[in-house]
């Protein structure tokens, strides 16, 4: 089956920039799609097809995709932004199609 | 506004079934794939299944093959999720989301409803 990887935790301070990677293996030839989720609520799209965002997303979240690691970058960082981001892509072979979500990543604003 | 409300959830003993649903409104349900996607208490996200929008597509998660069944009614503008053999590790809280209409993300999701399964 194939595998996102993430990196558990994420540190940043308010301002700063916060960068969480996926790998996975051949990504960049994939569609990333970013999802942020808020202790206790449903997870939001931030970022699809690799770097563009739904109406309502800032402009501070931005995507980026090559060789073997997708990038989810957060500008200028709120407390507000603090929470788990998850990877996704679809997934197909010749027996299987999946969706597949990456392994998450907690953003703490410090 | 898009609005995707589940219902069915509960506790339920290990090997019994249950069976969840999905109510959208707001957009032209008929036209769109829906997925149900499930969360255990304090993990990641985790795929469950997949019906296209005219239900003759249908994925599951390995997890889940030969268990679940996702069906969906357009006239009703629902969609289930029939949950057999449970067992403990399918605790989670059950997320019915709608996909996308030429992409493969998923946008909007719905509350969340919790299963228990104890054993």
């Known amino acids: 089956s194939y595998v996102l990887t993430q990196p558990p935790s994420v540190s940043v301070a308010p301002g700063q920039t916060a960068r969480i990677t996926c790998g996975g293996d051949?990504?960049?030839?994939?569609?990333v799609h970013w999802y942020q989720q808020r202790p206790g609520q449903a997870p939001v799209l931030v970022v699809y097809?690799?770097?563009d965002r739904p109406s309502g997303i800032p402009e501070r979240f931005s995507g980026s995709n090559s060789g073997t690691t997708a990038t989810l970058t957060i500008s200028r960082v709120e407390a507000g932004d603090e929470a788990d981001y998850y990877c996704q892509v679809w997934h197909s072979n010749s027996s299987q199609f999946s969706y597949v979500f990456g392994t998450g990543t907690t953003v703490t604003v410090l | 506004q898009v609005q995707l409300v589940e219902s069915g959830g509960g506790v339920v003993q290990s090997g019994r079934s249950l069976r969840l649903s999905c109510a959208g409104s707001g957009f032209s349900f008929s036209s769109y794939a829906m997925h149900w996607v499930r969360q255990a208490p304090g993990k990641g996200l985790e795929w469950v299944a997949f019906?296209?929008?005219?239900?003759?597509?249908?994925y599951y998660a390995d997890s889940v093959q030969g268990r679940f069944t996702i069906a969906r009614d357009n006239s009703r503008h629902t969609v289930d999720l029939q949950m057999n053999s449970l067992k403990p590790d399918d605790t989670a809280v059950y997320f019915c989301?709608?996909?996308?209409?030429?992409?493969?993300?998923?946008?909007?999701w719905g509350q969340g409803i919790l299963v228990t399964v104890s054993s």
């Open positions: 097809d690799g770097r």
């Open positions: 051949n990504i960049g030839s994939k569609s």
């Open positions: 989301a709608r996909g996308a209409r030429g992409g493969n993300w998923i946008d909007p």
């Open positions: 019906i296209a929008y005219d239900g003759y597509k249908k």
